[in-house]
C-alpha cells in the first residue's frame, strides 16, 4: 500500500481519537465538573446535551442530580434516662453545588464517609439528649380506660415534650449546618428503627407481661365481684319471689278457708237432716284421719266420738 495512504489513515484515526476524547455528553440526571491537571475549570455544566474539552488535558468528572441514599449503621446509643438501645437510621441527600462538593468531597464515597460522621455523630446526640419515651413516641395520649388501669403500666401515659418526629428534625437541621460548606443538602432523615439491647430486651418483655398480668387480675376481680353482685341480686329476688308467693298462697288458703265455712255454716243451719248429715261427714273425716292399721283407740261408751260406732251393727 502506498505511504500517502498509510499515513492518511493514521491522520484520519489520530483525528478521530481527538475528536472522540473532545466532545462528551451529559445526561438528563447528571452534572458535570471539567478538571485540568485535577483542577475544576469553570462552574459545573448542569445542562443535558452534547459538550466539548480539551482532548487528553481535560477531564470529565460526572454526579448524580437525583436524590441519594445514606443508609446508616445499627449504632448502641445510651438514652438520657440511662436505656441502651440499638438506633438504625436512614437519610436522602442531593449534591447541589457540584464544584463545592468536588472541592471538598471528590466523589460520593467520600460523601458517604463524610454522611457518616455528621448523621451518626447527631444521631448520638440526640439520643442522648432525650428519654427513651420521646423516640418511640410522637404525641401524647389519651387513655381510653380506666385511670387506674393505666396507672399500673409504666411511662404508659407519661407526657412527651418533643416527639420522635421533632427529633429527627433536629438531627436533619444540625446536619445541615454542618454540611452546607460541602455542596450537598440533607433532603430528609428517618428512625429506620429503635430497640433495646439484648441484655435488657427480656427484661422488658418480663416486665409488660407482668403488667399486663396485673391488669388480667384487676378485670379477673372486677368480673368475679360483678358476679357475685349478680348471685346476690338473684338469691333476693328469688326469695321476694318466693315470699310474695308464699303470702298470695296463704291469702287464697284463707279465702278458701273462710268461703268453705261460710259454706258448712250455711249448710249446718239449714235444717236437722243437713246439720246430721254433716256431723256424720266430719266424723267419717275423722275416723280416716285417725285410725289405720297400727292404731289403737281407747274410748268409753259415752263419748261424742264413739258414737257412729256405737251404731253400727
Avoid at 420522635?164 to 452546607?180: F, G, K, P, T
Avoid at 430486651?201 to 376481680?221: C, G, H, P
Avoid at 265455712?261 to 267419717?284: C, G, H, P, Q
Wanted: charged residues 35%; hydrophobic residues 40%; without cysteine.
Amino acid at each position: 500500500m502506498d505511504k500517502k495512504y498509510i499515513g492518511l489513515i493514521v491522520l484520519l484515526a489520530i483525528a478521530g481519537v481527538v475528536l472522540s476524547n473532545s466532545f462528551y455528553s451529559i445526561d438528563e440526571t447528571e452534572q458535570v465538573i471539567i478538571t485540568q491537571f485535577g483542577a475544576p475549570q469553570g462552574e459545573a455544566i448542569t445542562e443535558a446535551g452534547l459538550q466539548m474539552k480539551v482532548p487528553f488535558i481535560q477531564k470529565v468528572n460526572r454526579f448524580d442530580k437525583r436524590f441519594l441514599e445514606w443508609d446508616g449503621d445499627q449504632n448502641q446509643v445510651p438514652t438520657k434516662d440511662k436505656k441502651f438501645i440499638f438506633v438504625d437510621s436512614y437519610a436522602r441527600w442531593q449534591i447541589t453545588d457540584p464544584l463545592q462538593f468536588f472541592r471538598r468531597l471528590r466523589d460520593e464515597r467520600g460523601a458517604q464517609s463524610r454522611l457518616d460522621d455528621i448523621l451518626d455523630g447527631e444521631t448520638r446526640n440526640a439520643v442522648a439528649s432525650h428519654d427513651l419515651v420521646e423516640l418511640v413516641r410522637t404525641s401524647n395520649r389519651e387513655p381510653d380506660l380506666e385511670a387506674e388501669i393505666f396507672d399500673m403500666i409504666e411511662d404508659s401515659l407519661e407526657t412527651i415534650h418533643v416527639g420522635r418526629i421533632a427529633i429527627q428534625d433536629i438531627v436533619l437541621e444540625l446536619a445541615n449546618e454542618r454540611s452546607q460548606d460541602l455542596g450537598i443538602e440533607i433532603l430528609d432523615f428517618r428512625f429506620k428503627r429503635i430497640n433495646y439491647v439484648e441484655d435488657v430486651r427480656r427484661t422488658v418483655y418480663d416486665r409488660m407481661v407482668s403488667e399486663r398480668n396485673k391488669i388480667a387480675d384487676l378485670f379477673r376481680s372486677e368480673g368475679q365481684g360483678e358476679a357475685s353482685r349478680i348471685e346476690g341480686e338473684k338469691e333476693r329476688e328469688l326469695l321476694e319471689i318466693q315470699s310474695e308467693a308464699f303470702r298470695q298462697a296463704r291469702e287464697i288458703r284463707g279465702r278458701g278457708d273462710a268461703e268453705a265455712a261460710s259454706i258448712y255454716n250455711e249448710a249446718f243451719n239449714r235444717d236437722a237432716s243437713t246439720r246430721e248429715l254433716y256431723n256424720f261427714v266430719k266424723a267419717m273425716e275423722a275416723y280416716e284421719n285417725a285410725f289405720d292399721k297400727q292404731t289403737s283407740i281407747f274410748l268409753s261408751t259415752d263419748s261424742e266420738f264413739f258414737k257412729y260406732l256405737k251404731s253400727i251393727d
